[in-house]
């Protein structure tokens, strides 16, 4: 799929495999297990409206720029934002930019490769049919044994981080291609179902309710920073990923319209996920601010509960550890590009070495959930340390450099250039989001949260 040019960089071999590879990159754990928790935890529908709007401003045009970035260089992040330093005679700091990338990618896939062992694990709880009739008591303790239980949960995270690394080591084959082209349309069919299950409760007007209709009283500070970090998250923006990406696309390919096919199909599975949930939430009289555990107290009653049940259990689960797979690989592919064309590892060594390093730090964030339960550092357990640290500090400080650079540091020809929109007015548009809009946005939300503002 990523073929090496003379330059010893990969390319896309096609469009279509660059738009799977970047929405296998968006598409994942952000969608159908953060976002309904964070949802919940932050009061529903005004926090689902603003993290909408920071999508459209900030998002959007922050991955455009992204995307471009990577493509103009052709190298890994460090070596692209030295390279386009020099090419803007700019300040040669910007290439701590690369670095701040590589590192919270591999702090936020310690965590990510915990939760999508979990995923895995249920699976088998699936196929066994631990959720034949479950009702939510039953359901609930299931999943309070299991995350309680750090041996368990080191195995889910071990085979998860090792088949992130046998797949990155091959470089991203033909296997997972294939794979991912059925999978993700038939991820969407059943989210479909899901939605058609959820519709079928009494609650499914309560849901809709609790998602769509914003009550802003609900809405702190932290809830409007919570939401736009997930924004980055979920677009897999501001450290590197979408740089690595892009870096791997060719030139006569326009990434303005890529670029909403991704965004648009990454914020119709998030919005899927929630439909689903909620209902089943309230159906049930659970709490929706019960946090990290939500979709795996939520959706295995309606699996237990529901006609044909069992193999859709076993499907989704399968589908959400895929989904995890395609958004890992591109988390530890900035490290591993670094590691191969800039320090002479081989391409099993840098996996080695990033994908330990990264395994070992997950444990923090196992027994976060166990036996360091009560450990806390600033109110936080470690896993929400991290998760605050990556998702609402380093990526939005990421993207606000990633929109500052190429709105008033690279060269307007040359963005002009790479984006080809179709009309003038829209490359307007494009840079006044990424100048002023988005950088401005960023930083007001900060001031919000330090009490400046
Ligand atoms: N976007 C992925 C998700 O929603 C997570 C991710 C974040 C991937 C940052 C790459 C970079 O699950």
Redesign the pocket.
């Known amino acids: 799929m990523i073929d090496t040019n003379t330059t010893g960089h990969g390319k896309w071999s096609s469009r279509f495999t660059y738009i799977l590879a970047a929405t296998g990159?968006?598409?994942?754990?952000?969608?159908i297990w953060k976002f309904p928790y964070i949802t919940g935890e932050n009061g529903g529908g005004a926090f689902v409206l603003v993290y909408l709007a920071c999508v459209l401003v900030i998002g959007i045009p922050i991955m455009m720029a992204e995307t471009m970035l990577g493509r103009r260089s052709q190298r890994n992040p460090i070596e692209a934002m030295e390279l386009l330093t020099k090419e803007a005679s700019a300040d040669s700091h910007w290439h701590y930019l690369g670095w701040m990338g590589v590192i919270a990618?591999l702090l936020?896939l310690s965590y990510y490769s915990v939760i999508a062992g979990w995923a895995s694990a249920y699976v088998l709880k699936a196929f066994t049919g631990s959720f034949i009739d479950a009702d939510a008591t039953a359901i609930k303790s299931l999943f309070d044994s299991f995350v309680g239980s750090p041996i368990q949960l080191i195995f889910w995270h071990t085979l998860f981080m090792l088949a992130t690394m046998v797949i990155v080591v091959r470089g991203i084959n033909n296997g997972l291609e294939k794979a991912v082209q059925y999978l993700m349309p038939a991820l969407f069919v059943l989210m479909f179902l899901l939605v058609a299950y959820a519709m079928t409760t009494d609650s499914y007007f309560k849901g809709l309710h609790f998602l769509f209709s914003p009550d802003f009283s609900k809405l702190t500070g932290n809830s409007v920073l919570t939401a736009m970090g997930h924004a980055f998250?979920?677009?897999?923006l501001g450290?590197g990923?979408i740089m690595v990406y892009g870096s791997y696309l060719s030139k006569d390919i326009s990434i303005s319209k890529t670029v909403y096919l991704i965004a648009g199909a990454d914020t119709v599975v998030a919005l899927l996920a929630g439909i689903a949930i909620f209902p089943i939430v309230f159906e049930n009289n659970l709490h929706p601010s019960s946090g990290p555990g939500l979709i795996f107290e939520t959706l295995p009653i309606a699996f237990g509960a529901m006609t044909g049940g069992w193999l859709m259990g076993v499907l989704f689960f399968i589908m959400l550890a895929v989904a995890a797979l395609t958004?890992s690989i591109?988390?530890i592919e900035p490290a591993v590009a670094w590691l191969v064309e800039n320090r002479g590892f081989t391409r099993e060594k840098a996996c080695l070495w990033s994908g330990g390093a990264t395994w070992f730090l997950g444990l923090g964030t196992v027994f976060s959930f166990n036996v360091w339960s009560d450990f806390k550092l600033f109110d936080r357990t470690l896993f929400q340390l991290l998760d605050y640290l990556t998702a609402n500090l380093m990526l939005p400080i990421g993207g606000f450099c990633i929109a500052v650079f190429a709105g008033w540091i690279m060269n307007a020809k040359h963005s002009e250039e790479e984006l080809a929109m179709q009309t003038p007015a829209g490359f307007q548009v494009w840079k006044l989001l990424v100048s002023y809009v988005a950088p401005a946005a960023v930083f007001l939300v900060f001031l919000h949260v330090i009490g400046v503002l």
């Open positions: 990159s968006a598409v994942g754990l952000g969608n990618g936020i998250f979920t677009l897999s450290m990923a958004s591109s988390l």
